[in-house]
């Protein structure tokens, strides 16, 4: 009964950090993410559906500092989660599965994430500006 | 999609993961389509007044969206949550009450989002 002294499988913290890990945890963080996102989805079409009144405060919410901020972060991660997912599905047919896909696809995730959130954001914030210019 | 051997034995973790990974993919697969039409109809409507979001959420087919939407959404988001709750939760009772929490507020919030666009759709007084 020596078990104290038989070698250990390294711990968590042990390991070098690597891209395909690193995009395995930030999937299912995506995922969380998304999830209190959703809740906020629900939210905002019953305070549509109540009135004016309910509306205006979800309104105000998301308008607000904090509420942008998760609105970005959730754009984000809804975009991680929906490209990292299409990585997942193609590994799941059997393809891209050796090393040097998963690196590329890694990386392409990581970039089109990148891009459709700015590029929503842009096209967003344009929309705002119409929308608020047309108000008048 | 059990192999026949497998189904005669019976034996495996508990006996329904084929399924759950298989809707779990059905629902990712639809929800390509589905999240991209959202992102979109949300960039549209930003900046909106009051009255211009209800008008678009109670037209036919956004309103058809956004059910879809939400039975989708509140699917898969009941069985990620529970591969989690399964990886970090270890205690037996906790792990089923946890589960089972988590579908019956993945079921509340999804019809409380259907009806809500069916109250725009069909129409109630404001």
Known sequence: MRSAERPLSPHLQIYRWQLTSVMSILHRAAGLALCAGSVLLVVWLVAAALGPEAYRGVQNFLGSGIGVALLLGWTAALFYHLCNGIRHLTWDTGHALDLRSTYIGGWVVVLATAILTAAAWAAGISHWVFNFASGF | ?126
């Open chain 2, 1 to 126: 999609m059990r192999s026949p051997l497998g189904r005669a034995i019976g034996l495996g973790s508990a006996k329904e993961g084929v399924e759950h990974w298989v809707v779990q993919r059905v629902t990712a697969i639809a929800l390509v389509p589905l999240a991209l039409w959202f992102v979109a109809a949300m960039i549209q409507l930003t900046g909106a007044d009051f009255d211009t979001v209800q008008e678009w959420a109670g037209q036919p087919l956004p309103a058809i969206g956004l059910i879809l939407l939400l039975i989708a959404t509140f699917y898969h988001a009941a069985l990620g949550l529970q591969v989690i709750i399964e990886d970090y939760v270890h205690g037996e009772l906790a792990r089923l009450g946890l589960v089972i929490l988590v579908r019956l507020a993945c079921i509340s919030l999804a019809v409380a989002g259907i009806v809500a666009v069916l109250a725009m759709a069909l129409g109630t007084p404001d």
